[in-house]
């Protein structure tokens, strides 16, 4: 879910079609709703697989089979559309498109995986192309900006390599591949202070790059198996990561990779940080409040919802004193501020 300007955004699929839903966030009710994208069924569940972007009075969305979308927060008018894997001649990697497309000033940023460029920039008013880049397959992650000016990158982590491009022209300035896996590479890179962490698991791990000053280049500071995100990134609060390693809920220092604690009490799944505290919401419905701490795992408290057909692995969001928690059919929403 996104949430913003009183309403709650996100996407769905009903029979044989996705959709982008807005619902009021103070009742639940439905606001509109428009559609966007065919359906997508894979065994390990339906429909489509990222978060609605909001940027001002308009919301960009990726269906499952890459069908994007600029539409109208108020209204859910339709602006533009276009099939990003058809117009770059890439192919829908085997669980679907499921990036959430980036806004960076006057561009939109997502990755086809096509031949005819695996990350584009467009025109985030009209949905022209701005640049086109690189030639390889689209992984499950979300490209992330950092710096200004002339030095301005979005790293972008596609089903080869992570990539570092230039913001302006699509340039190649640097790829990695030790963190890559032959199967999905799906967390989000973090970014703080000239250096980028990235992570995937079946068995692979994570990596600290410094980005050099002046060239843009990466240089790897550490590799190692102690972070390996599956279908969840890790957040970062202070000077240590939080994540689940595989099935693991893993502190990491972030400079030096140093484990500091893992505990597996909470179950696998997701994490969200909101004033001190981590909101790790299991795969199976199980809601756990932890002290976002490097000293040890400390659960303050914990509930669960009923527990979907498939597997949550939608990560818990914060917004304006409420918690939101998704399964396949259902959105629960709590009041976690004071009263």
């Known amino acids: 879910m996104a949430v913003a300007k009183g309403r709650i955004f996100t996407q769905g699929q009903r029979g044989d079609q996705e959709f982008v839903l807005a619902l009021d966030e103070a009742t639940g009710k439905r606001v509109w709703e428009t559609p966007a994208g065919g359906s997508f069924r894979e065994r390990r569940g339906h429909g489509p697989r990222g978060t609605p972007t909001v940027d ?30 058809q117009k770059y001649r890439g192919d829908v990697p085997h669980w679907g498109i499921s990036e959430s497309p980036l806004v960076d000033g006057d561009k939109l940023i997502v990755t086809p995986g096509g031949s005819d460029g695996a990350v584009v920039a467009l025109e985030k008013r009209t949905g022209k192309l701005i640049w086109k880049s690189q030639r390889e397959g689209a992984a499950y992650s979300s490209p992330v900006a950092f710096g200004a000016g002339n030095a301005r990158q979005y790293v972008v982590f596609t089903a080869e390599n992570v990539l570092g491009l230039s913001a302006s022209t699509g340039e190649l300035l640097w790829r990695y591949n030790k963190v890559v896996n032959g199967t999905a590479n799906i967390a989000t890179p973090i970014y703080r202070d000239g250096h980028v962490f990235v992570s995937s698991d079946y068995g692979t791990g994570c990596a600290l790059l410094r980005i050099e ?79 976002a701490t490097p000293d040890a795992y400390r659960e303050k408290g914990s509930f669960s919802i009923p527990p979907g057909s498939f597997n949550t692995w939608t990560p818990p969001v914060i917004a304006n004193g409420k918690l939101y928690l998704r399964e396949q059919d259902n959105l629960y929403c709590y009041h976690i501020s004071a009263r």
């Open 213 to 291: 000053p002046g060239t843009g280049k990466a240089s790897e500071v550490y590799f190692n198996r102690d972070m390996k995100n599956h279908y969840s990134s890790s957040v970062l609060v202070g000077k240590h990561l939080y994540g689940f390693s595989s099935q693991i809920l893993t502190a990491m220092d972030f400079l030096s990779g140093q484990v500091a604690w893992r505990d597996r009490s909470a179950g696998k799944g997701s994490v969200t940080y909101a004033e001190g505290h981590l909101y790790v919401f299991s795969e199976r419905g199980n809601m756990a409040l932890v002290e």
């Open 56 to 85: 001002e009075d308009r919301l960009y969305a990726l269906s499952a089979d890459g069908t994007l979308v600029c539409l109208e927060t108020a209204t859910g008018k339709k602006i533009w559309e276009q099939n990003i894997v």
